[in-house]
């Protein structure tokens, strides 16, 4: 069974900061990986997705890799902002049996001004 | 473009009640699932469809029924409410060529089981 953690739970910065979101999982054998955004309250917003082929995607201040031999998938945001405080979210596709996503827990980062 | 659709927001329901949780999209995606969130569980599938006329379990699917009778919908059934399913529900929808594609989401139903 698969099984996707997200280290740390929580995370508070100062604004401006650079910083790394953690994404590890236990399956290798899957088709792609996503990250969302979920502001209190809301639905899940979609922010990068990676394929299983490729190795990183961006998208302006946001950048995703994925090491899929590891296990691991990092999510980079550039020059923190107030903005950006959110609880971000890693879902893993599988590669067969394409419907049975797995989330992590997510990490609540929280960009201080 | 209205993307996924959740309807109602917020609901409470005593325990034994049934109910159906609606879920509607408008981009023609073949695939929808519905999950649970639950504080410091993270999102789990209870079930999924791969087309109208097409479902199948995720990982919670006890108490819930669901159907497919057309690509735009996929309501969730609770047959007799229980406490333990207290939760946030998020509809989800994406293309059959998942590829590159993400999944959508509505934006949730709050329930709450007295």
């Known amino acids: 069974k698969q099984e996707v953690t997200q280290i740390p739970a929580a995370l508070s910065v100062p604004e401006g900061e650079n910083l790394v979101l953690n994404c590890s999982f236990t399956?290798?054998?899957?088709?792609?990986l996503q990250w969302f955004r979920q502001d209190p309250g809301k639905g899940l917003t979609s922010l990068l997705l990676?394929?299983?082929?490729?190795r990183e995607q961006t998208s302006g201040r946001l950048n995703a890799s994925l090491d899929k031999s590891s296990g691991r998938s990092t999510l980079y945001i550039a020059a923190s902002q107030p903005g950006d405080s959110a609880t971000y979210l890693c879902a893993v596709r599988p590669s067969s049996g394409y419907q049975k996503v797995t989330f992590g827990t997510g990490t609540k980062l929280q960009v201080i001004p | 473009n209205a993307g996924v659709t959740q309807t109602p927001k917020f609901q409470v329901l005593k325990t034994g009640q049934s109910m159906t949780l609606q879920c509607a999209q408008d981009m023609n995606h073949e695939y929808m699932s519905w999950y649970r969130q639950d504080p410091g569980m993270g999102l789990r599938l209870i079930h999924y469809s791969v087309g109208a006329g097409i479902t199948d379990q995720g990982e919670v699917p006890n108490g819930y029924n669901v159907s497919r009778s057309t690509t735009e919908d996929f309501p969730l059934r609770l047959l007799s409410a229980a406490p333990s399913q207290t939760s946030v529900y998020f509809c989800?929808?994406?293309?059959?060529?998942?590829?590159?594609?993400?999944?959508?989401f509505g934006d949730g139903t709050r329930l709450s089981i007295l």
């Open positions: 989800a929808s994406s293309p059959r060529q998942v590829g590159n594609q993400p999944q959508h």
């Open positions: 990676i394929q299983s082929s490729q």
């Open positions: 399956d290798s054998a899957i088709y792609n």
